[in-house]
C-alpha cells in the first residue's frame, strides 16, 4: 500500500499584542508651560501698543510675537512636535515658499517702477 500524505495549510493566529492604536499621554507641566508662555507672549504684544511704539519696530514685533505664538500652538497642541518629518515639511514648506514669491515679485514691482519712472518720467 501506498501512503499518501495530505499537505494542510494553516493560518497563522495572530500572537497577543497591544493594542494598535495606543495613544501618547504628554503631560500636563508641558501644556501648562505652553500656556504660560503663549500668556507672557500675548502680555508682550499688547505692550507694543501700550508702550506706543511705531513704525516698522511695532510691526516687526507684533508679527514676531505672532509667528511665535503661532508656532507654539501649532508644534505643542496640533502635535506637529511628535509628527514625521515628511508631515511637517508638507505643511510648512508650502507657506514658506508662498513667502519666498512675495519676497521675489515685491523685489521686481520695485524693477518695474523703476524702469517705468526711468523710461516715461514722473507723473505731473
Given at each position: 500500500?501506498?501512503?499518501?500524505?495530505?499537505?494542510?495549510?494553516?493560518?497563522?493566529?495572530?500572537?497577543?499584542?497591544?493594542?494598535?492604536?495606543?495613544?501618547?499621554?504628554?503631560?500636563?507641566?508641558?501644556y501648562l508651560v505652553v500656556w504660560l508662555l503663549?500668556?507672557?507672549?500675548?502680555?508682550?504684544?499688547?505692550?507694543?501698543?501700550?508702550?506706543?511704539?511705531?513704525?516698522?519696530?511695532?510691526?516687526?514685533?507684533?508679527?514676531?510675537?505672532?509667528?511665535?505664538?503661532?508656532g507654539l500652538i501649532v508644534a505643542i497642541f496640533?502635535?506637529?512636535?511628535?509628527?514625521?518629518?515628511?508631515?511637517?515639511?508638507?505643511?510648512?514648506?508650502?507657506?514658506?515658499?508662498?513667502?519666498?514669491?512675495?519676497?521675489?515679485?515685491?523685489?521686481?514691482?520695485?524693477?518695474?517702477?523703476?524702469?517705468?519712472?526711468?523710461?516715461?518720467?514722473?507723473?505731473?
Amino acid at each position: 500500500m501506498t501512503e499518501t500524505t495530505v499537505h494542510t495549510h494553516t493560518i497563522p493566529q495572530p500572537e497577543a499584542r497591544a493594542p494598535a492604536h495606543e495613544h501618547q499621554q504628554h503631560p500636563i507641566g508641558l501644556y501648562l508651560v505652553v500656556w504660560l508662555l503663549l500668556f507672557v507672549l500675548s502680555t508682550f504684544s499688547y505692550l507694543v501698543d501700550y508702550v506706543g511704539l511705531q513704525g516698522y519696530l511695532r510691526w516687526s514685533l507684533i508679527l514676531i510675537f505672532m509667528v511665535l505664538k503661532a508656532g507654539l500652538i501649532v508644534a505643542i497642541f496640533m502635535h506637529m512636535a511628535w509628527e514625521r518629518l515628511a508631515l511637517i515639511y508638507a505643511i510648512l514648506l508650502p507657506p514658506l515658499l508662498v513667502l519666498v514669491f512675495v519676497a521675489l515679485m515685491v523685489s521686481e514691482s520695485h524693477y518695474v517702477l523703476f524702469t517705468r519712472l526711468a523710461f516715461f518720467g514722473a507723473a505731473p
